[in-house]
Structures are given as structure tokens and as C-alpha cells.
């Protein structure tokens, strides 16, 4: 099977009240680890590769690591740009196979963002890639960018159908308290379901995403904690929001910090426990299970995909 835009698994899961998990993928142990649970419970995938993961890992190898993934497993896999900045990167991950891409032009006014977004748009439908948008803005890091809460903003419900008509986006992605990174909340988990409720009802049947969505993981962050590490007050949004939000309008929910921790707490407590190891294998191997575990808990209890594929 080739890769697959997100068309069809957006429009099942919207109807079956499910959401696709969207995972941020920058090596091999990650793709194989991600890829080995959705095979083991059949579910549909969306990997993304931000702008900072394809500098890193190079995006002829990504793609061609994804490729293998698909061979491997046989299933249904989107390749999706993760935040785009700009028409040429965007433009590059298509000409360079992607299936789907992110135009975040949620940082500017929003007549420019329309801009750039119709332009991306444009290009994208003509070689028969998909498009996802934002309009709000999150708090937390991505890339080298650093959203301070004073510069986050709710999604308005009043422009989500003049965006979506004038662009022509595929699916749209909204701020409604969730945050990047691994400090999301500092009191109480508040996300703004009203403002997805409002969302909803002006753009029926359309697929929302939702970012900033990890649940930053207790047990991770403990391991973390007890081996070395320093992360107080990590905190993430609650899994029971999640699947209130796969429920709704959501269908895609973009999960990285959730890997990233998975993968650092596993490798401290490998070193923890065998100081004279430097085998790669030796620790890439347990953090690339608990990835996998990390992953078939999130398809099966959070999203709801399992059997989707
Ligand atoms: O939204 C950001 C993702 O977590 C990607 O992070 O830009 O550091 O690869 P990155
Ligand atoms: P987290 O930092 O919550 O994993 O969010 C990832 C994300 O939104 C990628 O675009
Ligand atoms: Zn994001």
C-alpha cells in the first residue's frame, strides 16, 4: 500500500466519534516503535515531521524510513508536514512525497494567514496532497519558538468558516488551552470545550485537530525523576479529555512530548541500572518498546482507533 492522505480516516473518524493518532517521528526507533503498535491493534497512522526533525534526521531518510514502516506493517500511513512556516517548505514536502501537510500561519494577522494558507492550498490540491490550518495560537515551544501565555489565544468561532471557505483547507487546528511541551497547566487542566462545541456546529462534519496533546505521562516523568533527572511540575492534558475531545469534532491529536518522555525516562533508568553499557542497541531497544507500549495505550484507551485501519 502507498502512503494515504488523511481524507478517508478523517471522514471515519468523525463519524465513528474516534480520533487518528498523529506522532511526531525524528529516527528509526521511533518509526519502528510507533508503526509495531498500530500493527498490533490494527489502528490507521499519521506521522508528522516538523521542520527540526527533518533537519535533524534528513527527509529523504524519513521518508524512505516510513516507506519500510509501510511494507512492514501493511497499513494505512499519512506523512504529514508538521507546522510549515513558509509556501517552499511546505512546497518541498510535497514535490518530496508527503501526503499531507501543516501550513501554521496561526501567528499572523488573519488575512495573511488566509494568504498564505490559499497558497499552500492551491499547490498542494494540484498534486493531491491535503492541507491542514490553524487559527488561534498555543502556548509552549515548537521548534525554536517560544509562545508565551500571554501570547497564546483561543481559537474565535466567528472566523473558522471564513477561513476554511476562503483557504479550502482539508482540516483545521485550534487552541483551546492545550499547550506544547511538557508544562502545559500550572494549576487545574482547563481546556475551552465550548469554544470546540461552537467550532463544531459552524463547520459540520469537518475534521478539527488538536495540538499541544500530550498527557505528559506521571510514569515517565517519575522515571525521569528518579533517575537523574529534573522535570518538576511536569503536566499534561488528562487523558479523559482526550477522549472527550476524539468524541466531538476532533479527529486528529498530535502527540510528541508523550514519545520524547517515554523514550528519555526508559534510556535513564537503562543507564541507571547498567552504568557499563555502550551498547546503542542495548538502550535504543527497551526505549523503542516502551515507545511501542506508550503508543498501543494511547490507540486503545485515548483515540479509539484500534480495529480502524
Ligand atoms: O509542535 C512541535 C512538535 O513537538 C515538534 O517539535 O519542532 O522540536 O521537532 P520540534
Ligand atoms: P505535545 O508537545 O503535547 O506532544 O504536542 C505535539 C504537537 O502538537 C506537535 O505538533
Ligand atoms: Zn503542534
Known amino acids: 500500500m502507498p502512503l ?104 499572523l494577522p488573519f488575512e495573511e494567514n488566509i494568504k498564505l494558507t490559499k497558497q499552500v492550498v492551491d499547490y498542494a490540491h494540484s498534486k493531491g496532497v491535503v492541507v491542514e490550518g490553524e487559527l488561534g495560537r498555543l502556548a509552549g515551544i515548537e521548534d525554536d519558538v517560544n509562545v508565551s501565555e500571554a501570547d497564546a489565544a483561543y481559537t474565535d468561532p466567528n472566523q473558522v468558516e471564513e477561513f476554511v471557505a476562503k483557504t479550502g483547507v482539508d482540516s483545521l487546528a485550534i487552541a483551546i488551552g492545550t499547550s506544547h511541551g511538557a508544562y502545559k497547566f500550572k494549576g487545574e487542566a482547563k481546556l475551552r470545550f465550548d469554544i470546540l462545541e461552537e467550532i463544531e456546529k459552524r463547520l459540520p462534519g469537518f475534521p478539527i485537530v488538536l495540538h499541544g496533546a500530550s498527557s505528559v505521562m506521571p510514569e515517565y516523568v517519575e522515571m525521569i525523576n528518579k533517575f537523574g533527572g529534573n522535570m518538576p511540575g511536569a503536566k499534561g492534558v488528562p487523558e479523559d479529555m482526550l477522549r472527550k475531545a476524539a468524541s466531538m469534532a476532533v479527529c486528529k491529536i498530535n502527540i510528541d512530548s508523550d514519545l520524547r518522555l517515554a523514550m528519555t525516562g526508559t534510556i535513564r533508568k537503562y543507564f541507571a541500572e547498567n552504568p557499563s553499557h555502550f551498547d546503542p542497541r542495548q538502550y535504543l531497544g527497551p526505549a523503542r518498546s516502551a515507545i511501542k507500549e506508550m503508543v498501543k495505550h494511547k490507540i486503545v484507551n485515548v483515540l479509539g482507533c484500534d480495529g480502524k485501519a
Request: glycine content about 8%; charged content about 20%.
Open 4 to 107: 494515504v492522505t488523511s481524507t478517508e480516516m478523517f471522514k471515519k473518524a468523525y463519524e465513528g466519534k474516534y480520533a487518528i493518532g498523529a506522532f511526531n517521528v525524528n529516527n528509526m526507533e521511533i518509526i519502528q516503535g510507533i508503526t509495531e503498535a498500530a500493527k498490533e491493534v490494527n489502528a490507521p497512522l499519521i506521522l508528522q515531521v516538523s521542520a527540526g526533525a527533518r533537519k535533524y534526521a534528513n527527509h529523504t531518510y524519513l521518508v524512505k524510513l516510513v516507506e519500510a514502516a509501510i511494507e512492514e506493517t501493511g497499513l494505512p500511513i499519512c506523512l504529514h508536514l508538521d507546522h510549515g512556516d513558509s509556501f517552499e517548505l511546505c512546497k518541498s514536502c510535497i514535490d518530496g512525497g508527503f501526503t499531507s501537510v501543516m501550513i501554521d500561519g496561526s501567528h
